[in-house]
């Protein structure tokens, strides 16, 4: 007997997957490679979480990888514009961008929505329904979709249709039953590792693909809410789309045979070193800004007389990393003139540099070091 489901003949003639009951019965015992891969992603998961408490301006650093997160994880998905368009974006430097950006601004404000929730609601079907309604609502692929809504319709995954598709999720009444069992796994307080659940949601989150559209951006949310809801997280700041795109091929074919082969353990293996190498990253990016702000806190503090104004606009660059004098104005309170000799003496310090691609909008430019640091990970 399958463990994760079966695959169906339906009345129109294909097939489509069954699922079995959540969690699957009994869950394959963790192998020592295994093992060592869940205790390094724990060690490396509580290491970042503790760096992060002593981060400087922390709240921008997360801005920051929530929108690499959601630029990462929609391209994923086809969005073709990148982390560097959407903060263009958010600067109101829309002039050239690719239309698709939206998604990601759509993101962000999916992922800042879910986070604020779980303040005082539990991660649940109706809390994903509420994230996937803001992730989709006004989004180019929400035309033919109902945000926010469990599908009622089949749909499958590759092919032109279900009967030539890789993979047709189960029909929509087996959904509601589904959804419950998930999420009271959630909520279960076996001994279960939290990673390993994290893991195993993730995968049976798409397995069911229980909408329309935006089902990948939805789970690949999902692992962020569940680790901040159980504390593991304090801080959002463990983003897997960057890992998954980097071995997208894997990514899926992992999760195909999770579903079609039962391979729970090499699916959870994949899952563990992921947690540890973006763990690790984040670490190390934690540590490189650390020492630029540091520097260039030491450089603007150089500027005598324009040093309060200096470090104004040097905490603007850390929430929004592309500016024109103009928003230097306006961030800093100076007069245009002010202002402008303020960015000169920016630019005069190493800290900004001007952006080439932008010179439709006169002088643009740009917080290098800092944009660098999270866009040059390998």
Not at 178 to 206: C, D, N, P, W, Y
Not at 248 to 260: I, M, P, Q, V
Request: charged share 20%; glycine share 8%.
């Amino acid at each position: 007997m399958r463990l994760i489901g079966h695959s169906v003949t339906q009345p129109n003639g294909f097939k489509a997957f069954v699922p079995g009951p959540f969690p699957p019965a009994p869950l394959p015992a963790l192998d020592s490679q295994a093992l060592g891969l869940l205790e390094r992603a724990t060690v490396l998961l509580g290491r970042l979480d503790g760096i992060t408490e002593l981060l400087p301006d922390v709240d921008f650093f997360i801005y920051m990888y929530v929108t690499k997160e959601a630029s990462l994880s929609s391209q994923l998905e086809g969005t073709q514009a990148t982390m560097i368009d959407a903060l263009k974006a958010e600067a109101s430097l829309r002039e050239g961008l690719p239309a698709d950006v939206d998604d990601i601004i759509r993101y962000v404000e999916a992922m800042n929505y879910g986070l604020a929730r779980l303040q005082n609601f539990p991660l649940s079907v109706r809390l994903i329904r509420e994230v996937h309604e803001k992730l989709l609502s006004g989004a180019r692929a929400s035309g033919h979709v109902t945000p926010g809504a469990i599908r009622t319709t089949q749909n499958w995954i590759g092919g032109g249709s279900p009967s030539t598709a890789r993979f047709v999720p189960p029909p929509p009444n087996y959904l509601a039953p589904s959804l419950s069992e998930m999420e009271r796994f959630l909520h279960t307080e076996e001994g279960a590792s939290r990673i390993l659940k994290a893991g195993l949601v993730h995968a049976q989150f798409e397995t069911l693909h229980p909408f329309a559209d935006g089902n990948g951006r939805t789970g690949r949310l999902m692992i962020t809410f569940y680790l901040c809801s159980q504390g593991i997280l304090h801080r959002p700041v463990l983003y897997l789309s960057e890992y998954f795109k980097r071995h997208r091929t894997n990514y899926f074919d992992a999760l195909h045979a999770y579903h079609e082969q039962d391979a729970i353990l090499p699916w959870l293996k994949f899952f563990f070193t992921g947690v540890a190498e973006v763990a690790e990253q984040a670490i190390r990016v934690c540590k490189e800004i650390t020492v630029i702000r540091d520097r260039d806190m030491s450089r603007v503090s150089a500027f005598g007389k324009a040093a309060p104004n200096g470090i104004v606009a040097l905490r603007h660059l850390f929430k929004v990393p592309f500016v024109s004098v103009k928003s230097v104005e306006n961030a800093t309170g100076l007069s245009r003139s002010n202002a402008n000799k303020l960015v000169n003496r920016l630019v005069g310090a190493g800290i900004l540099f001007q952006s080439d691609t932008l010179a439709d909008y006169g002088r643009t430019f740009y917080y290098r070091d800092y944009v660098q640091a999270f866009t040059e990970q390998p």
